[in-house]
Nanobody, 116 residues
């Protein structure tokens, strides 16, 4: 597995960004894929994840503003972020976990900064 993220950057409050993550390594069918984020001194936290089965999970802070999606055939996940706030500033990490395997895979992270 080799997760490569893109799409981060600087945006003003109220703006939008779209993050992309492509798996350029070994691929699997039964996986969860999505996004976490982390700020200095804090634990990495879930933003949104699409499971292989069941309901997509969103952090409360992301509901109504962020949309996660995935293209299984292209081994890609996306995070559409709207109405961004300063508190959304973080390093965003792509996440992939195989079903029944305990350890997830992570991308290298992409910085999102929301500031005027």
């Amino acid at each position: 597995v080799n997760l490569v993220e893109s799409g981060g950057g600087l945006v003003q409050p109220g703006g939008s960004l779209r993050l992309s993550c492509v798996n350029r390594g070994d691929t699997f069918r039964r996986i969860s894929m999505g996004w976490y984020r982390q700020t200095p001194g804090k634990e990495r936290e879930l933003v949104a994840v699409v499971p292989s089965e069941g309901t997509t999970m969103y952090a409360d802070s992301a509901k109504g503003r962020f949309t996660v999606s995935r293209d299984i055939d292209k081994n890609t996940a996306f995070l559409e972020m709207n109405n961004l706030r300063a508190e959304d500033s973080a390093v965003y990490y792509c996440y992939l976990k195989r079903n029944l395997f305990p350890t997830p895979y992570w991308g290298q992270g992409t910085q999102v900064t929301v500031s005027s």
